[in-house]
């Protein structure tokens, strides 16, 4: 089983973050949008592990093969968030390209949160 693990520092509230993670891999939203796909493209994820405002933990398959997508997520600051990203994956293919979408995700909702406080 592969493995790789990522850390990204971003200027949010760890409760917000925490949101963001779980309501974008739980939304019904998502749901309607896997609709359309083909489930390779977009696998369903499964809520394994939920410590709030710690720890999510999802599970998934794709083209046959299995990951557990863990976010571990720790306060620096009232408005700092570090958040480490953990793969395991089992016959994935690019398993490095979820990363890049997490950190991209995670920038963006910072930008975000930034844009909406001023």
Known sequence: MGEFVRTI???VPINVVYSALKEYYLSPLEEEWRQGAKSSLMPPHSLARDVPNSELVFNFAQMGGKAEQRYVLRSLQENVTEVTFQMKH??????????????DALRMLEYGYKSGKG
Do not use: C, D, S, Y
């Open 90 to 103: 089992k016959w994935m293919l690019a398993p490095e390209t979820f990363a890049v979408q997490v950190r």
């Open 9 to 11: 520092v971003i200027g």
